[in-house]
Structure formats: C-alpha cells, structure tokens
C-alpha cells in the first residue's frame, strides 16, 4: 500500500481559496466515501476537519469543504486566514487506514 | 470529555521490543462501533497509521508492519497497549493513539516521541 500523493505545499493569501488533492486508487480513495482531512499545527497533534469525503466535525468552520471524484478527493479551504497556515493530511478508509504524504499550508 | 494519553519509554535500543500504552477517558471502548488506533509521525515527515482495535476486539494492522505488531485492549482499566518488536532507528517517531468511530479519527493523544538508538 503506497501513501496517498498530495502536493507538498500550496499556497494563498488571505481571503482567498485554496484546494488540496489527495489522489489515491479505486481500492481506497476512489472505492469508498470514507476520505477525511487533519490538519495538524507544529508540535501539535492532528485535528479531524472533514469526515466520509464531505462532512464537518462540530466546531469545524464552514470555510472548509471536502469532495471527489473518481480516485481523487479535495479540501477546499475559502476565505484563507491566518491561523489556516498547517500541514494538512487526507486519510482514506477501507478497514485500515491509509494516509497522504501531507501538504504544508502557507498564508502569504 | 474525552482524552487520550500515550505512554512508554523514550528511548529504546536497535532490536529491543517497543511497549506503548494509550490510556483513554470520557469513552468506553466496549461501546458499539468504537476503535482505539495508533498512528506515528517520523521527525518532519508524514503520518503513518499502524494499528487499530475495535470494540469487539476485531484488530486491524499496517499491511507493511503487521510482523512486528501486537495491539490488545484492557476495557476495564480503559487501555490500549501497542508492542512493536524489532526495532531500528527508523522507527523514531511521536507515536499518537486515537480514538476512531466509523472511518474518521475523532480524537488523538498529545504523543509521546519513541527514539531508537544505542
């Protein structure tokens, strides 16, 4: 099982949209809707932001969405903010857990 | 309110066996549908998920690490113990345990940093 590919890094700046792939194969990413998102800060432990592809934990701001299609799932972040500068994380489901490489986040 | 605590030596020597506990509060994990994981993260590099133990003792492990894991679950003392045998300098990492519903890991442990050296 090889790690989900995401970009490295992305970019944006403030009140901008940015969007995160995470491109997986049709035994995990593209075979269930079971793909969530963690960002997770530095020396911090990571936070679920999206569960089952599209769904928000409590607390989650509505600025941040998930989707997909085909073998790969996305997180859109809108209206970029300060404190959204994170390594970001998708996960996919299929019994076992499976993780991407992460994407580190920077607001310029 | 829920918590997870990761515990265990810090230091570990090339080939010795690695014992992790998670101690968890605010759950039980006799409840239906609910899994205590362990997830690591090498310095500076990426999330690695391990192993996972489910309510009904159902055990899931890393397709590329199953030899060397062992998860089991003490529900009456709310623990979760992880041994990982074998181990080499590329396994220094901040090991996390979690607690998981369906397929989303709901919440995490601070970490505790697991260095392999002799």
């Known amino acids: 099982q090889s790690a989900l590919t995401q970009p490295r890094s992305v970019s944006g700046s403030p009140g901008q949209s940015v969007t995160i792939s995470c491109t997986g194969t049709s035994s995990d990413v593209g075979g269930y809707n079971y793909v969530s998102w963690y960002q997770q800060h530095p020396g911090k432990a990571p936070k679920l932001m999206i569960y089952d592809v599209s769904k928000r934990p409590s607390g989650v701001p509505d600025r941040f969405s998930g989707s997909k299609s085909g073998n790969t799932a996305s997180l859109t972040i809108s209206g970029l903010q300060a404190e959204d500068e994170a390594d970001y994380y998708c996960c996919s489901y299929a019994g076992s857990y499976l993780f991407g490489g992460g994407t580190k986040l920077t607001v310029l | 309110q829920i918590t997870l605590k990761e515990s265990g030596p810090t230091l570990v020597k090339p080939t010795q066996t690695l014992t992790l506990t998670c101690t968890f509060s605010g759950f039980s994990l006799s409840t239906s549908g609910v899994g205590v994981g362990w997830i690591r993260q090498p310095p500076g590099k990426a999330l690695e998920w391990l192993a996972l133990i489910y309510w009904d003792d159902d055990k899931r492990y890393s397709p590329s690490l199953k030899s060397r894991l062992t998860i089991t679950k003490d529900t009456s003392k709310n623990q979760v113990v992880l041994t990982m045998t074998n181990m080499d300098p590329v396994d220094t990492a901040t090991y996390y345990c979690?607690?998981?519903?369906?397929?989303?890991?709901?919440?995490w442990g601070q970490g505790t940093l697991v260095t392999v050296s002799s």
């Open positions: 979690a607690q998981t519903w369906g397929s989303r890991i709901d919440y």
